[in-house]
């Protein structure tokens, strides 16, 4: 797919190149697409995807702290810690389970709390979080010749190319035509899941577990709709349109009139709790990611996760609803469950 035709190819494969458009083009680089696109890259900049994996010349001036007894001089590339999370990987090319002198240690940065987790202690654990973390991954080969790095890629980070195609065509002839863009909800998905692009998100330890947006969505009641309906992809997610107005309008003028509008909540307080967990979690019914099943069950007996079993091994995931320990109680923290149940039930009538 990548590079060939353009480069040898005759005048009837040109027009079939031209035909469709992407298919015969190189990766020309995320920088290339700043010239024309200063507003989307700059946006892009500040989201998540480029950050995702970084080499270690742009990270070590993070001001990240490291896992006990590494200097930068160790490290080869950090993943993540835009976020929630930092993880470190040394020079072969495997990431960080030990402290440097092999013995047991936390090696996973946490930033909401300065706290270190553990990360598959002492395990000897390649870099294998293809493809999701980088642009154009192919599983053959090992970036770098690092043998820890399983699949090679062109561009650390999520980088414009992988969401809109190689640029190389349409640097040349810039339009519409010569360019992709993919506003299916699967586009997202195809990372924002765990175990396929199913409707039962699952859960570990009380908590959906994190990269599951795709699941959550459908798992609740927003399965139609788009990511994009409510996310610009290029801009961080605090920017996402949070007041819902565009489809629950008479709701969002019915907030502004009451006592949790005029607290100054909007819509994700109680619709999006963070019933989601990446890299910490802050009590039992609090972890740090929003999640996007955005039902909220009022029953007080209800509860959020189920278990299933398929070919003898169990496992939990979370049914399509918060419940109100995640929506209320983290807020109202001396009430209960029965004082929400009171309020909650036909909350906006
Ligand atoms: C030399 C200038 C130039 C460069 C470099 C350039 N583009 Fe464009 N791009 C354009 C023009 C012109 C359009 C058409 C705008 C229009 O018709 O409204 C466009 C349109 C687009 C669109 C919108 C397509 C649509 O259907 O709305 C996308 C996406 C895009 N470019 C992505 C990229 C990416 C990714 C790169 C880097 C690989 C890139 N561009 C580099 C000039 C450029
Ligand atoms: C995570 C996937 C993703 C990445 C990364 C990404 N884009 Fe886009 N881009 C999209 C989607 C999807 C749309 C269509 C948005 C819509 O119609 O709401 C889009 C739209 C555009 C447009 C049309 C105008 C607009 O803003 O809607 C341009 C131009 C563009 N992208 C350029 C870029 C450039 C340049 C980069 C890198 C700096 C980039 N994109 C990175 C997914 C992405
Ligand atoms: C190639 C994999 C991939 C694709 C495709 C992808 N994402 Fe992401 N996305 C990620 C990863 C990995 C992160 C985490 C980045 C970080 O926090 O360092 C992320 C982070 C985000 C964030 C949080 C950013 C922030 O600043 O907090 C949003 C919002 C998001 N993605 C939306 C989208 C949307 C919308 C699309 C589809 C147009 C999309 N993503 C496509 C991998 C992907
Ligand atoms: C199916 C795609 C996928 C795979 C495979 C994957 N991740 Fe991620 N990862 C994501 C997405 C999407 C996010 C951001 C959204 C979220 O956390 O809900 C993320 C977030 C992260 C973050 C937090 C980033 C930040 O700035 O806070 C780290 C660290 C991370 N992943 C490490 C890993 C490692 C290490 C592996 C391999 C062992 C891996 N991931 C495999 C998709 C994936
Ligand atoms: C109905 C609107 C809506 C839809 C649809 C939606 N999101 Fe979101 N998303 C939001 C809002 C609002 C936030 C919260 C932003 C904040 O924290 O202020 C958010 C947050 C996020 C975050 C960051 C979560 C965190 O707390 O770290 C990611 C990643 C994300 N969305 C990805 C996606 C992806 C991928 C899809 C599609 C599969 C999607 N979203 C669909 C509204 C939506
Ligand atoms: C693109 C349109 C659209 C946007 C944007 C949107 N919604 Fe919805 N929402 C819907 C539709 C359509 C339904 C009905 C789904 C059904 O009944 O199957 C719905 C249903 C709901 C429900 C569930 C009602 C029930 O049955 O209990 C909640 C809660 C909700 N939305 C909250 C939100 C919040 C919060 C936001 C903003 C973060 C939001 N919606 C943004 C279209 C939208
Ligand atoms: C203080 C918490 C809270 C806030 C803030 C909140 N909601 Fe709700 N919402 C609830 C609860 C609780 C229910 C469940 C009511 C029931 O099932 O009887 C609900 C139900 C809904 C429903 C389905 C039932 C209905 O009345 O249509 C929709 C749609 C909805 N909310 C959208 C929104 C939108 C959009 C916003 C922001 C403008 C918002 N909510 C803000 C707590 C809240
Ligand atoms: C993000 C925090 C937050 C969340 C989540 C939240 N509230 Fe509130 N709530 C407030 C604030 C702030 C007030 C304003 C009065 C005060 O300071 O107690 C308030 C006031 C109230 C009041 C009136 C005052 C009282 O204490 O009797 C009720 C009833 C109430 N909330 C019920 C709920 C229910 C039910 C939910 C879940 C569906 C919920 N709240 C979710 C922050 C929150």
């Not at 175990?195 to 959906?208: L, S, V």
């Not at 070919?311 to 918060?322: E, L, M």
């Amino acid at each position: 797919m990548r590079d060939v035709f353009g480069r040898w190819c005759c005048g009837v494969c040109l027009v079939l190149f031209l035909a469709t458009p992407g298919l015969a083009a190189d990766y020309v680089g995320s920088e290339t697409c700043f010239t024309c696109h200063a507003d989307q890259f700059n946006e892009w900049q500040a989201s998540g995807h480029p950050w995702k994996l970084r080499k270690v010349e742009k990270a070590r001036y993070s001001g990240l702290p490291l896992p006990p007894g590494y200097s930068w001089d160790d490290i080869s590339y950090v993943i993540g810690g835009a976020n929630k999370k930092a993880r470190f990987i040394n020079k072969k090319g495997y990431i960080i389970t030990t402290a440097k002198d092999g013995s047991e240690a936390k090696t996973q940065y946490n930033l909401q709390d300065g706290s270190w987790s553990f990360y598959h202690k002492g395990e000897k654990k390649p870099y294998k979080c293809g493809p999701c973390h980088m642009t154009a991954y192919e599983k053959e080969g090992n970036q770098g010749g690092m043998p820890g790095m399983i699949g090679t890629w062109v561009e650390d980070g999520i980088g414009c190319e992988e969401c809109h195609g190689p640029g190389s065509d349409h640097v040349k002839k810039p339009s519409k035509k010569t360019v992709k863009v993919d506003r299916s909800v699967e586009a997202c998905g195809k990372c924002h899941q765990r175990g396929g692009m199913g409707d039962q998100p699952p859960a570990k330890g009380g908590f959906i577990r994190h990269h599951e947006q795709i699941n959550e969505l459908r798992a609740g009641v927003h399965g139609a709709i788009s990511c994009l309906a409510c996310h610009n992809p290029h801009q961080r997610a605090i920017l996402a349109k949070d007041t819902c107005k565009d489809c629950h309008e008479g709701l969002y003028k019915k907030l502004t009139g009451n006592i949790h509008g005029a607290s100054g909540l909007s819509c994700k307080d109680c619709h999006m709790p963070k019933a989601t967990k990446s890299a910490i979690k802050v009590s039992a019914t609090e972890g740090d990611v929003r999640t996007h099943l955005f039902k909220i069950n009022t029953d007080p007996a209800a509860s959020m996760f189920a278990t299933k079993e398929s070919k003898g091994k169990k496992s939990t995931y979370a049914k399509g609803f918060v419940t109100l320990d995640f929506a209320c109680l983290n807020c109202h923290k001396s009430r209960d469950l029965q004082w929400a149940a009171k309020y909650a039930k036909d909350f906006h009538q």
